[in-house]
């Protein structure tokens, strides 16, 4: 994990689904193999994710998104500084 926690769950990811009730993102320790809603890639046993949660037309829905996909939109929408020239 490459920020603060906090980064992940405020980072806007999932951006406003008015349609989604009781939404709530948590970054969490995956239990068990997840595919990333973004980019497809694996998410294994032990690796973090952000989990967004909720209800939509009363079923509950789950999904998991790789910390690289979030560290990217955090990096693309100037959320974090990036210092490529640091060693
Ligand atoms: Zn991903």
């Known amino acids: 994990m490459k920020y603060d926690?906090?980064?992940?769950?405020?980072?806007?990811?999932y951006g406003c689904d008015e349609d989604?009730?009781?939404?709530?993102?948590?970054?969490?320790?995956c239990r068990k193999p997840h595919t990333c809603a973004s980019c497809d890639k694996d998410i294994k046993t032990g690796d973090y994710a952000l989990n967004e949660s909720?209800?939509?037309d009363g079923e509950p829905v789950s999904s998991y998104t790789c910390l690289e996909c979030i560290?990217?939109?955090l990096e693309e929408s100037g959320?974090?500084?990036t210092d490529e020239t640091e060693e």
């Open 54 to 56: 909720g209800f939509f």
């Open 5 to 13: 926690k906090d980064m992940y769950i405020d980072s806007g990811f």
């Open 79 to 81: 959320q974090v500084e």
């Open 71 to 73: 560290e990217e939109w």
């Open 20 to 29: 989604l009730e009781c939404h709530k993102e948590k970054v969490v320790k």
